[in-house]
C-alpha cells in the first residue's frame, strides 16, 4: 500500500538554525498538510497545501515558517530560525482530495538545543 | 474550552475486554476521523466516517451528528491493540483541516 514517507526520522539541531523537513506525499495526492505535537501535548494543525499554494495556514505558522512543493514530489517544512519551542514531532499528511481521508507520514522528531 | 474533547483519557482493560472511547465535539463537522498513535509515534488512520457507523475487524466506529458525538469501540481487546486512539475532525468549510482532541492511552493487559 502507497505511504508517506518522512527524513529523517530525527533531526537535532542548534536554536537559531536553519531546518528543512522533508516529506514525499502519496503520488497522486493532492493536498498536503503539516502537523506538530509537543510532547505530552495534542496534534496541532500548522498549514494545509493545494495547487502549489498555502490553503490555509495556523497562528503557529509564522514567519518562520515555509513550505515548498519543489520538485513535483517532495514537500517540505522549512524553519527558518528555531527555537528551543519548535522541539516537537512534525507530521506530514496527504490526501488524494479535501474530503479524502490523510495518511500520515510516521513523523520526524524535532529536537532544538 | 477545546473543540474536540476525548473520554477517558487513560483506559486499562484486560485482554478481552470490550472497550469504549468516546469524542464530543462543539463545532460544525463535515467529517471526523479515528486515529491510532503507536509509542514510537506514528500515526494510522482508522476510520473517516460521518455519518452512521463503519466496522473493520474488531474496531467499530459511530457518530451521532445531532448529538455531536462518536465512539471508537474494540472488540475482544489483544495487548497489541495498546495505543493511544485520537479523534479528530475535519471542520465544516474549512478544506482538510483537522482539529485533534487530546487522545486517550490505552493499555491492555494480557
Known amino acids: 500500500e502507497p505511504e508517506v514517507t518522512q527524513t529523517p526520522s530525527h533531526q537535532v539541531t542548534q536554536m537559531g538554525q536553519e531546518v528543512i523537513l522533508r516529506c514525499v506525499p502519496i503520488?497522486?495526492?493532492?493536498?498536503f498538510y503539516w502537523y506538530r505535537q509537543i510532547l505530552g501535548q495534542k496534534v496541532e494543525f500548522l498549514v494545509s497545501?493545494?495547487?502549489?499554494?498555502?490553503?490555509?495556514k495556523s497562528e503557529i505558522f509564522d514567519d518562520q515558517f515555509s513550505v515548498e512543493r519543489p520538485d513535483g514530489s517532495n514537500f517540505t517544512l522549512k524553519i527558518r530560525s528555531t527555537k528551543l519551542e519548535d522541539s516537537a514531532m512534525y507530521f506530514c499528511?496527504?490526501?488524494?482530495?479535501?474530503?479524502?481521508?490523510?495518511?500520515f507520514g510516521d513523523g520526524t522528531r524535532l529536537s532544538i538545543l | 474550552k477545546n473543540e474536540v474533547e476525548q473520554s477517558p483519557q487513560n483506559l486499562t482493560a484486560q485482554e478481552g475486554e470490550f472497550i469504549t472511547i468516546n469524542c464530543s465535539y462543539s463545532?460544525?463537522?463535515?467529517?471526523l476521523h479515528w486515529l491510532q498513535q503507536h509509542p514510537g509515534g506514528g500515526i494510522v488512520s482508522l476510520f473517516m466516517l460521518s455519518s452512521g457507523k463503519k466496522k473493520h475487524g474488531r474496531l467499530i466506529a459511530t457518530i451521532n451528528i445531532q448529538e455531536k458525538h462518536s465512539s471508537l469501540h474494540i472488540t475482544a481487546s489483544h495487548p497489541r491493540d495498546s495505543a493511544v486512539y485520537i479523534c479528530?475532525?475535519?471542520?465544516?468549510?474549512?478544506?482538510?483541516?483537522?482539529?485533534f482532541g487530546q487522545g486517550t492511552e490505552l493499555s491492555v493487559k494480557p
Open positions: 479528530a475532525a475535519r471542520l465544516y468549510n474549512q478544506g482538510g483541516k483537522l482539529i
Open positions: 463545532v460544525g463537522i463535515s467529517a
Open positions: 497545501f493545494y495547487n502549489n499554494e498555502i490553503s490555509e
Open positions: 499528511a496527504s490526501s488524494l482530495t479535501g474530503l479524502r481521508p490523510q495518511h
Open positions: 503520488s497522486n495526492h493532492l493536498y
